[in-house]
T-cell receptor
Framework: GENVEQHPSTLSVQEGDSAVIKCTYSDSASNYFPWYKQELGKRPQLIIDIRSNVGEKKDQRIAVTLNKTAKHFSLHITETQPEDSAVYFCAASNNNNDMRFGAGTRLTVKP | NAGVTQTPKFQVLKTGQSMTLQCAQDMNHNSMYWYRQDPGMGLRLIYYSASEGTTDKGEVPNGYNVSRLNKREFSLRLESAAPSQTSVYFC????????????FGSGTRLTVV
């Protein structure tokens, strides 16, 4: 089955700096790549997603890039704010209902 | 519009006891999922129901059973709880399969002693 690796496991940045989280996947048939944000003690929430026919997608301060040839995708957060502090999960799916998640990145934004 | 509702929020079981985790969604979604979340391991799929009337095993199904009671409800049963099943359990739903974003419930923190 699909295997998703996520790096780094922890990331600390200064407020206003950018943060980048990277994921790789193993199944070349995967074609949907969502990102979830989970605040402490809360449920994961979808923040952005990208499909395989697109190389990049932006939503305000958040962007995701996808390189299908290399089988990796990344989350970019610009102008980070303390409220961006959370655990972020990447995931990959090929519509077999077995969406696989990365192990998560704990992002801390220091004021 | 409550989204995905899970009960209970917390539960402590003794080894060998059984329990059922309840999940209901009010978004008219076709697909529903049960995940467990353990530290450092992300979310792992236990069982899923692609549509009403169907259920299938995920990555870690051993020790669990599920029932898709109707389109809204998808329950997870632990027949004989083991300490290895101590985890946070999340139910999720999607419009139709895993090519759409998931809406998660608020989770059940289960401790088996």
């Amino acid at each position: 089955g699909e295997n998703v690796e996520q790096h780094p496991s922890t990331l600390s940045v200064q407020e206003g700096d950018s943060a980048v989280i990277k994921c790789t996947y193993s199944d070349s048939a995967s074609n949907y790549f969502p990102w979830y944000k989970q605040e402490l003690g809360k449920r994961p929430q979808l923040i952005i997603d990208i499909r395989s026919n697109v190389g990049e997608k932006k939503d305000q301060r958040i962007a995701v890039t996808l390189n299908k040839t290399a089988k990796h995708f990344s989350l970019h957060i610009t102008e980070t704010q303390p409220e961006d502090s959370a655990v972020y999960f990447c995931a990959a799916s090929n519509n077999n209902n077995d969406m696989r998640f990365g192990a998560g990145t704990r992002l801390t934004v220091k004021p | 519009n409550a989204g995905v509702t899970q009960t209970p929020k917390f539960q402590v079981l003794k080894t060998g006891q059984s329990m059922t985790l309840q999940c209901a969604q009010d978004m008219n979604h076709n697909s529903m999922y049960w995940y467990r979340q353990d530290p450092g391991m992300g979310l792992r799929l236990i069982y899923y129901s692609a549509s009403e009337g169907t259920t299938d095993k995920g990555e870690v199904p051993n020790g669990y059973n599920v029932s898709r009671l109707n389109k809204r409800e998808f329950s997870l049963r632990l027949e004989s709880a083991a300490p290895s099943q101590t985890s946070v359990y999340f139910c999720a739903s999607s419009r139709d399969g895993s090519l759409y974003g998931y809406t998660f419930g608020s989770g059940t923190r289960l401790t088996v002693v």
